[in-house]
């Protein structure tokens, strides 16, 4: 037996996570991004960004990023990437053309996304060892 992706919805996103300036500029530069578009790894006065790029190919991509990620906790960091993937889930509708999506079909999409954005998290900290606080 094979399980299968779970996914009710392909969104038309490849989202990514970077918690490092390098790792940000690596990341638009493998994308084909021209080195004019990169911009702040964080927007003034934020604490995190998503960032929305076409891929050299034609494809989009939406990746979030995280400043000074270490100084707070587990809790602040989670509650960053669910705003985070507000934004990501509100350019998903735009760009299919859902302007009024069930309520359960939003949270679960949120709730998915965030969820993924989680475990990346957890992915890349573990590698680093530069973890939130608990």
């Not at 300036?21 to 998503?50: H, L, Y």
């Not at 969820?115 to 606080?133: V, W």
Request: hydrophobic letters at 40%.
């Amino acid at each position: 037996m094979i399980w299968v992706d779970n996914a009710l919805v392909v969104a038309p996103y490849f989202i990514g996570l970077c918690l490092d300036e390098k790792q940000f500029r690596k990341t638009q530069k493998a994308m084909g991004i021209p080195r004019k578009d990169w911009g702040e790894m964080v927007n003034p006065g934020s604490d995190a960004t998503c960032h929305t790029f076409i891929k050299g190919d034609g494809s989009l991509a939406a990746i979030v990023t995280i400043g000074a990620h270490q100084g707070k906790t587990i809790q602040q960091v989670h509650a960053l990437l669910v705003h985070e993937a507000v934004h990501i889930w509100q350019n998903i509708r735009r760009e299919i053309g859902e302007d009024s999506p069930s309520k359960e079909f939003e949270a679960y999409s949120i709730q998915s996304i965030s969820q993924r954005l989680m475990e990346a998290y957890e992915e890349l900290t573990a590698k680093s060892g530069k973890k939130a606080k608990k």
